[in-house]
């Protein structure tokens, strides 16, 4: 491979030299982990275009196992919503709800310790979220509870049967369990 000839002695004049590869050196450290163990899951920041670009500048034929090269399946899917002008942005006003009650639910849940059940207080969802929206329709209710199942394996439970008003910074809540 090329990166193995950049840093073997016989191609190097001096080997004690640094050597300067002119690539971005934030996607290297993810080809060095995919050299590593075989696979890779890219985090949002880093496009899978631009990693398979390094590897193909690299010298490195990607293995053809289905799944070697991962990017954030959560984020690959926000984005893919944001991008397409088709999609409603109640897809993806309901997925960025989703992705802040698993935080919630997360947070609550280490804090609290061992509670199956963990109540989401509408006070505690993230300003930007609620921005723009009072209501949460019966179709988004079903978005955001198939958003939840898939994506975190969590449960939405609506106490009185309606999700509660997004500007109520009063006591309205519902419950997330984990399935």
């Known amino acids: 491979t090329m990166l193995g000839k950049l840093v073997s002695e016989a191609w190097q004049a001096d080997p004690e030299e640094p050597v300067f590869i002119d690539r971005n050196g934030n996607i290297f450290e993810y080809v060095l982990d995919y050299l590593r163990y075989g696979s890779i899951e890219l ?8 990693f398979e670009r390094d590897l193909d500048f690299y010298g490195l034929v990607p293995n053809p196992k289905e799944g070697e090269i991962k990017n954030n399946v959560v984020a690959d899917v926000l984005v893919s919503l944001r991008e397409d ?3 409603s942005s109640s897809k993806y006003d309901m997925l960025r709800l989703a992705i802040e009650v698993h935080h919630l639910y997360t947070t609550k849940k280490l804090s609290s310790g061992s509670e199956e059940r963990v109540n989401i207080y509408v006070q505690d969802i993230d300003k930007s979220i609620k921005q723009g929206r009072s209501a949460v329709s019966s179709n988004e209710v079903t978005l955001l509870r198939n958003y939840l199942d898939v994506y975190f394996g969590l449960t939405l ?8 008003c997004l500007y109520n910074n ?3 809540f519902f419950s997330v369990t984990r399935k």
């Open 43 to 50: 985090p949002p920041t880093v496009p899978k275009s631009s």
């Open 85 to 87: 002008r088709d999609m």
């Open 157 to 164: 439970t609506l106490p009185n049967g309606y999700f509660p």
């Open 170 to 172: 009063g006591n309205d």
